[in-house]
């Protein structure tokens, strides 16, 4: 089952993964890097505003993984969870598509 955490000061989960995007993408820029991918449970919660996706309690890579570019952010997963992790993520409410490997 998918979790949140509490929203930063009043902001919506939408406007608290902008500013942490916006964070990351500073980070590519500063690093000269193209992209990044956040495989970590706790990298994805943090950048999607809580979002959790555990198969298992206590293993620290997510099925749920993000691709963070300067101009875009996807997500990713498998083609076994791809139903789950659609119904109830709630990622398209943040604009996050949401592909298969």
């Known amino acids: 089952m998918f979790g949140t955490t509490e929203l930063i000061h009043g902001t919506s989960q939408r406007q608290e993964v902008d500013a ?3 964070r990351v ?3 590519l820029e500063r690093r000269s890097l193209d992209a990044v991918v956040l495989s970590g449970a706790d990298a994805v919660a943090w950048v999607t505003g809580g979002i959790t996706s555990p198969i298992e ?3 620290s890579v997510s099925p749920l993984w993000l691709v963070v570019r300067g ?3 996807v ?3 498998t083609n076994v969870e ?3 992790i659609d119904a ?3 990622l398209a409410g943040l604009e996050i598509p949401l592909q298969e490997a």
Do not use: F, I, Y
Request: aromatic fraction near 0%.
């Open 25 to 27: 993408r500073g980070l």
């Open 75 to 77: 997500a990713v997963t």
């Open 57 to 59: 309690r206590g293993v």
């Open 82 to 84: 791809r139903p789950r």
């Open 71 to 73: 101009d875009s952010v």
């Open 88 to 90: 109830e993520a709630g």
């Open 20 to 22: 942490k995007l916006a």
